[in-house]
Protein backbone atom coordinates (compact mmCIF):
# COMPACT_ATOMS: atom_id res chain seq x y z
CA UNK A 1 0.00 0.00 0.00
CA UNK A 2 1.61 3.86 -0.82
CA UNK A 3 1.35 6.65 0.92
CA UNK A 4 -0.22 10.01 -0.98
CA UNK A 5 0.33 12.93 0.91
CA UNK A 6 -1.69 15.98 -0.20
CA UNK A 7 -0.85 19.82 0.95
CA UNK A 8 -4.11 21.88 1.38
CA UNK A 9 -4.06 25.18 -0.19
CA UNK A 10 -5.73 26.24 3.05
CA UNK A 11 -3.82 29.38 4.54
CA UNK A 12 -1.53 29.73 1.31
CA UNK A 13 -0.57 33.06 0.06
CA UNK A 14 1.29 34.62 -2.88
CA UNK A 15 0.33 33.88 -6.70
CA UNK A 16 -0.78 30.02 -7.44
CA UNK A 17 1.71 29.64 -9.79
CA UNK A 18 4.04 29.92 -6.77
CA UNK A 19 2.36 28.00 -4.21
CA UNK A 20 1.67 25.02 -6.43
CA UNK A 21 5.99 25.21 -7.33
CA UNK A 22 6.34 25.28 -3.73
CA UNK A 23 4.53 22.35 -2.90
CA UNK A 24 6.14 20.34 -5.83
CA UNK A 25 9.68 21.18 -4.12
CA UNK A 26 8.93 19.85 -0.70
CA UNK A 27 8.03 16.50 -2.86
CA UNK A 28 3.93 16.43 -2.08
CA UNK A 29 1.89 13.84 -4.28
CA UNK A 30 -1.12 16.40 -4.69
CA UNK A 31 -3.19 19.53 -3.76
CA UNK A 32 -6.62 19.60 -1.62
CA UNK A 33 -8.84 22.66 -1.82
CA UNK A 34 -11.99 23.79 -2.04
CA UNK A 35 -13.46 23.76 -5.73
CA UNK A 36 -15.61 25.63 -5.39
CA UNK A 37 -13.54 28.59 -4.55
CA UNK A 38 -11.14 28.29 -7.49
CA UNK A 39 -10.93 31.62 -9.09
CA UNK A 40 -9.00 30.41 -12.33
CA UNK A 41 -10.40 26.46 -13.40
CA UNK A 42 -8.58 26.61 -16.08
CA UNK A 43 -5.53 28.06 -14.75
CA UNK A 44 -5.92 25.95 -11.99
CA UNK A 45 -5.93 22.71 -14.13
CA UNK A 46 -3.09 23.65 -16.11
CA UNK A 47 -1.00 23.61 -12.75
CA UNK A 48 -2.49 20.07 -12.03
CA UNK A 49 -1.06 19.08 -15.09
CA UNK A 50 2.19 20.56 -15.29
CA UNK A 51 2.89 19.34 -11.88
CA UNK A 52 1.87 16.02 -12.38
CA UNK A 53 -0.65 16.57 -9.32
CA UNK A 54 -3.47 14.35 -8.06
CA UNK A 55 -6.23 16.66 -6.89
CA UNK A 56 -8.39 16.29 -3.59
CA UNK A 57 -11.41 18.02 -3.85
CA UNK A 58 -12.99 20.03 -1.23
CA UNK A 59 -16.76 20.65 -1.10
CA UNK A 60 -19.11 22.34 1.26
CA UNK A 61 -22.94 23.43 1.50
CA UNK A 62 -24.72 26.34 3.55
CA UNK A 63 -28.17 25.16 2.47
CA UNK A 64 -30.78 25.75 3.03
CA UNK A 65 -31.42 22.73 0.22
CA UNK A 66 -28.22 20.92 1.51
CA UNK A 67 -29.10 18.11 -1.07
CA UNK A 68 -29.16 19.94 -3.95
CA UNK A 69 -26.93 22.29 -3.50
CA UNK A 70 -24.40 19.39 -2.40
CA UNK A 71 -25.15 17.91 -5.94
CA UNK A 72 -24.30 21.24 -7.51
CA UNK A 73 -21.25 21.57 -5.57
CA UNK A 74 -20.19 17.89 -6.75
CA UNK A 75 -20.71 17.95 -10.49
CA UNK A 76 -18.82 21.44 -10.11
CA UNK A 77 -15.81 19.56 -8.40
CA UNK A 78 -15.88 16.72 -10.99
CA UNK A 79 -14.70 18.91 -13.95
CA UNK A 80 -11.17 19.19 -12.15
CA UNK A 81 -11.22 15.33 -12.45
CA UNK A 82 -10.50 14.66 -8.23
CA UNK A 83 -9.43 11.71 -6.98
CA UNK A 84 -11.65 11.95 -4.01
CA UNK A 85 -13.98 14.17 -2.46
CA UNK A 86 -14.31 15.74 0.95
CA UNK A 87 -17.41 16.90 2.03
CA UNK A 88 -18.39 19.37 4.20
CA UNK A 89 -22.03 18.96 3.92
CA UNK A 90 -25.58 18.84 6.01
CA UNK A 91 -25.76 20.96 9.11
CA UNK A 92 -25.82 19.57 12.91
CA UNK A 93 -29.13 21.31 13.16
CA UNK A 94 -30.76 18.76 11.16
CA UNK A 95 -32.83 16.36 12.46
CA UNK A 96 -31.16 12.76 12.84
CA UNK A 97 -33.89 11.87 10.04
CA UNK A 98 -32.98 14.38 7.91
CA UNK A 99 -29.26 13.88 8.49
CA UNK A 100 -29.89 10.09 7.37
CA UNK A 101 -32.04 11.65 4.56
CA UNK A 102 -28.94 13.88 3.28
CA UNK A 103 -26.84 10.54 3.34
CA UNK A 104 -28.34 8.39 1.41
CA UNK A 105 -28.84 11.02 -1.41
CA UNK A 106 -25.16 11.46 -0.83
CA UNK A 107 -24.38 7.62 -1.53
CA UNK A 108 -26.62 7.55 -4.33
CA UNK A 109 -24.59 10.51 -5.94
CA UNK A 110 -21.46 8.90 -4.89
CA UNK A 111 -22.07 6.28 -7.11
CA UNK A 112 -23.21 7.77 -9.74
CA UNK A 113 -19.93 9.77 -10.05
CA UNK A 114 -17.79 6.84 -9.20
CA UNK A 115 -15.06 7.99 -6.91
CA UNK A 116 -15.23 7.95 -2.90
CA UNK A 117 -17.00 11.01 -1.18
CA UNK A 118 -15.22 11.41 1.98
CA UNK A 119 -17.79 13.04 4.90
CA UNK A 120 -15.57 14.95 7.19
CA UNK A 121 -15.55 14.68 11.06
CA UNK A 122 -15.93 18.27 11.18
CA UNK A 123 -18.08 20.56 13.92
CA UNK A 124 -21.08 22.04 12.71
CA UNK A 125 -21.62 18.94 10.27
CA UNK A 126 -23.39 15.67 10.72
CA UNK A 127 -20.76 13.85 12.09
CA UNK A 128 -19.62 16.58 14.90
CA UNK A 129 -19.61 14.86 17.29
CA UNK A 130 -18.31 10.76 18.05
CA UNK A 131 -22.20 10.11 19.55
CA UNK A 132 -24.01 11.26 16.52
CA UNK A 133 -21.76 9.73 14.42
CA UNK A 134 -21.50 6.36 15.74
CA UNK A 135 -25.30 6.57 15.30
CA UNK A 136 -25.16 7.83 12.07
CA UNK A 137 -22.51 4.98 10.81
CA UNK A 138 -24.53 2.05 12.42
CA UNK A 139 -27.02 3.35 10.29
CA UNK A 140 -25.14 3.60 7.12
CA UNK A 141 -23.05 0.90 6.30
CA UNK A 142 -21.75 2.57 3.38
CA UNK A 143 -21.17 5.59 4.82
CA UNK A 144 -17.05 6.74 4.10
CA UNK A 145 -15.55 8.53 5.82
CA UNK A 146 -12.67 11.80 6.05
CA UNK A 147 -11.42 11.54 9.86
CA UNK A 148 -10.07 14.59 11.67
CA UNK A 149 -10.53 13.47 15.11
CA UNK A 150 -9.26 17.16 16.21
CA UNK A 151 -12.27 18.68 15.82
CA UNK A 152 -14.15 15.61 18.52
CA UNK A 153 -11.82 16.78 21.31
CA UNK A 154 -12.96 20.15 20.62
CA UNK A 155 -16.71 19.27 21.09
CA UNK A 156 -15.94 16.63 24.28
CA UNK A 157 -13.29 18.96 25.74
CA UNK A 158 -11.66 15.66 25.86
CA UNK A 159 -9.09 13.00 24.86
CA UNK A 160 -11.68 11.06 23.93
CA UNK A 161 -10.88 8.50 26.43
CA UNK A 162 -14.65 7.18 26.62
CA UNK A 163 -15.21 7.38 23.08
CA UNK A 164 -12.96 4.37 21.81
CA UNK A 165 -16.04 2.84 19.79
CA UNK A 166 -16.86 6.03 17.65
CA UNK A 167 -13.40 6.19 17.12
CA UNK A 168 -12.85 2.56 15.42
CA UNK A 169 -15.46 2.94 14.16
CA UNK A 170 -14.85 6.20 11.90
CA UNK A 171 -11.06 5.22 11.40
CA UNK A 172 -12.51 1.99 9.79
CA UNK A 173 -15.16 3.63 7.51
CA UNK A 174 -12.05 6.63 6.77
CA UNK A 175 -10.63 6.83 3.06
CA UNK A 176 -8.96 10.27 3.88
CA UNK A 177 -7.06 11.53 6.88
CA UNK A 178 -7.11 15.24 8.11
CA UNK A 179 -3.97 15.44 10.08
CA UNK A 180 -4.21 17.80 12.73
CA UNK A 181 -3.94 17.53 16.05
CA UNK A 182 -6.20 18.70 18.60
CA UNK A 183 -6.77 19.06 22.09
CA UNK A 184 -9.24 19.32 24.83
CA UNK A 185 -10.02 23.14 24.22
CA UNK A 186 -9.47 23.20 20.71
CA UNK A 187 -8.80 21.70 17.23
CA UNK A 188 -5.45 22.61 16.84
CA UNK A 189 -2.35 22.77 19.24
CA UNK A 190 -0.21 25.58 19.21
CA UNK A 191 2.74 23.86 17.91
CA UNK A 192 3.20 19.82 17.79
CA UNK A 193 6.46 20.15 17.43
CA UNK A 194 7.14 20.67 21.18
CA UNK A 195 7.79 18.20 23.64
CA UNK A 196 4.63 19.73 25.96
CA UNK A 197 2.17 18.25 22.86
CA UNK A 198 3.75 15.18 22.22
CA UNK A 199 1.34 13.07 24.35
CA UNK A 200 -1.51 14.55 22.40
CA UNK A 201 -0.06 13.87 18.81
CA UNK A 202 0.81 10.38 20.05
CA UNK A 203 -2.63 9.78 20.79
CA UNK A 204 -3.98 11.02 17.84
CA UNK A 205 -1.23 8.69 16.14
CA UNK A 206 -2.86 5.64 17.64
CA UNK A 207 -6.29 7.10 16.17
CA UNK A 208 -4.44 6.77 12.64
CA UNK A 209 -2.67 3.84 13.27
CA UNK A 210 -6.31 2.24 13.11
CA UNK A 211 -7.24 3.65 9.84
CA UNK A 212 -3.88 2.43 8.66
CA UNK A 213 -4.61 -0.91 9.81
CA UNK A 214 -8.18 -0.77 8.72
CA UNK A 215 -6.73 0.38 4.82
CA UNK A 216 -4.36 -2.58 5.16
CA UNK A 217 -7.01 -5.56 5.92
CA UNK A 218 -9.37 -4.44 3.22
CA UNK A 219 -6.42 -4.47 0.99
CA UNK A 220 -6.30 -1.26 -0.42
CA UNK A 221 -4.07 0.28 -3.16
CA UNK A 222 -3.11 3.29 -1.19
CA UNK A 223 -3.40 5.53 1.54
CA UNK A 224 -4.66 9.50 1.70
CA UNK A 225 -3.24 12.18 4.17
CA UNK A 226 -3.60 16.05 4.55
CA UNK A 227 -1.27 17.65 7.03
CA UNK A 228 -3.96 20.26 7.36
CA UNK A 229 -2.95 22.39 10.05
CA UNK A 230 -4.56 26.25 9.88
CA UNK A 231 -3.66 29.40 9.64
CA UNK A 232 -4.42 32.57 12.43
CA UNK A 233 -7.06 32.73 13.51
CA UNK A 234 -7.55 29.26 13.73
CA UNK A 235 -3.64 28.65 14.70
CA UNK A 236 -3.30 30.28 18.04
CA UNK A 237 -1.63 33.63 18.18
CA UNK A 238 0.02 36.45 20.62
CA UNK A 239 -3.04 38.81 22.14
CA UNK A 240 -0.80 41.78 22.02
CA UNK A 241 0.27 41.18 18.63
CA UNK A 242 -1.22 39.12 16.49
CA UNK A 243 1.56 36.63 15.76
CA UNK A 244 1.51 32.87 15.08
CA UNK A 245 2.50 30.55 17.40
CA UNK A 246 3.98 28.61 15.25
CA UNK A 247 5.13 29.04 11.02
CA UNK A 248 2.05 27.41 8.97
CA UNK A 249 4.26 25.94 6.29
CA UNK A 250 6.93 24.32 9.08
CA UNK A 251 4.21 23.22 10.82
CA UNK A 252 2.59 20.87 7.88
CA UNK A 253 6.05 19.98 6.19
CA UNK A 254 6.84 18.53 9.81
CA UNK A 255 3.52 16.70 10.48
CA UNK A 256 3.61 15.15 7.02
CA UNK A 257 7.50 13.81 7.59
CA UNK A 258 6.42 12.57 10.48
CA UNK A 259 3.56 10.65 9.42
CA UNK A 260 5.69 9.59 6.64
CA UNK A 261 7.26 7.25 9.35
CA UNK A 262 4.22 6.40 11.22
CA UNK A 263 2.55 4.84 8.19
CA UNK A 264 5.80 3.15 6.71
CA UNK A 265 6.49 1.60 10.39
CA UNK A 266 3.03 0.17 10.40
CA UNK A 267 3.28 -1.35 6.41
Known amino acids: MKLRVYKSLWGME ?25 KDPAQFQTLLKQHGFEYVALVYTEGPDHAEEF ?4 LDAMTFSPKKIVAHAGR ?6 KQIRFFETALR ?18 LFSPMNALALLRELPDLRVNADFSHWCCVC ?12 MAARRAVHLHGRVGYENGPQVP ?38 FGPPTYMQTNPATGAAS ?8 WSAERFRGQFGRAV
Request: proline share 5%.
Open 14 to 38: GPLEEQFERIANAGYDGIESAAQET
Open 71 to 74: RDRV
Open 92 to 97: DTMSFV
Open 109 to 126: LEEEIGIPIAHETHRQRP
Open 157 to 168: ESMLEDQSEAIT
Open 191 to 228: DPRVPEWEDRVKKHEAWWDLSIASHLSRHEKEFTFVPE
Open 246 to 253: ADLWDVCL
